[in-house]
T-cell receptor, first 112, second 115 residues
Framework: AQRVTQPEKLLSVFKGAPVELKCNYS??????LFWYVQYSRQRLQLLLR??SRESIKGFTADLNKGETSFHLKKPFAQEEDSAMYYC??????????????FGKGTHLIIQP | GAGVSQSPRYKVAKRGQDVALRCDPI?????LFWYQQALGQGPEFLTY????????KSGLPSDRFFAERPEGSVSTLKIQRTQQEDSAVYLC?????????????FGQGTRLTVV
């Protein structure tokens, strides 16, 4: 079975400080990993995916197969980064062949 | 509209009542997904359609849950004899293809409260 773990329900950092949102996964095959973000009163939207190896809004995430992790990082937090962040996995078993398995989410609060 | 549209946005049902939740995906999107998100949890997969074919319904929690997409566009999630544990936000998502580097676009969800 596949599983995504986000150990922190809430993370509060000051503006300008570095941010790291942790994500660990359990999956026997080769997963696709994603980060989704939900800003206040908005719908869930894709932030980035490991296969693209891109930086979006200053965020990056590297897939570490040895540690089965996909942590989300940003060197300098901005107030507009405050949101719910969900790590998600797409595999070939469980959760539907193409459905996503989500973690429980981390609420990121950036303090001024 | 440009995005995935869900209706109603909010639904209050009495226990035992049947409900129907609608999803209008982005035009031309092949894949459609339903998720259930309980309070304080991440979304959990319910079912998946590729065009009109329901290819996976492994996430449906009981036989009271039924989904359809008869013409490969609009989808309806029906819950019969609702129970309090069915209270959640129901999310619909669509994507252009079923595999590969394709983004899933989410609707704003339907918040179902069973009283």
């Amino acid at each position: 079975a596949q599983r995504v773990t986000q150990p922190e329900k809430l993370l509060s950092v000051f503006k300008g400080a570095p941010v790291e949102l942790k994500c660990n996964y359990s999956y026997s095959g080769s997963p696709e990993l994603f980060w989704y973000v939900q800003y206040s009163r908005q719908r869930l939207q894709l932030l980035l995916r490991h296969i693209s190896r891109e930086s979006i809004k200053g965020f990056t995430a590297d897939l570490n197969k040895g540690e089965t992790s996909f942590h989300l990082k940003k060197p300098f937090a901005q107030e507009e980064d405050s949101a719910m962040y969900y790590c998600a996995l797409r595999g070939s078993s469980g959760g539907g062949a193409d459905g996503l398995t989500f973690g429980k989410g981390t609420h990121l609060i950036i303090q001024p | 509209g440009a995005g995935v549209s869900q209706s109603p946005r909010y639904k209050v049902a009495k226990r035992g009542q049947d409900v129907a939740l609608r999803c209008d995906p982005i035009s031309g999107h092949v894949s459609l997904f339903w998720y259930q998100q309980a309070l304080g949890q991440g979304p959990e997969f319910l079912t998946y359609f590729q065009n009109e074919a329901q290819l996976d319904k492994s996430g449906l929690p009981s036989d009271r849950f039924f989904a359809e997409r008869p013409e490969g566009s609009v989808s309806t999630l029906k819950i019969q004899r609702t129970q309090q544990e069915d209270s959640a936000v129901y999310l619909c998502a669509s994507s252009q293809t079923s595999r590969g580097n394709t983004e899933a676009f989410f609707g704003q969800g339907t918040r179902l409260t069973v009283v």
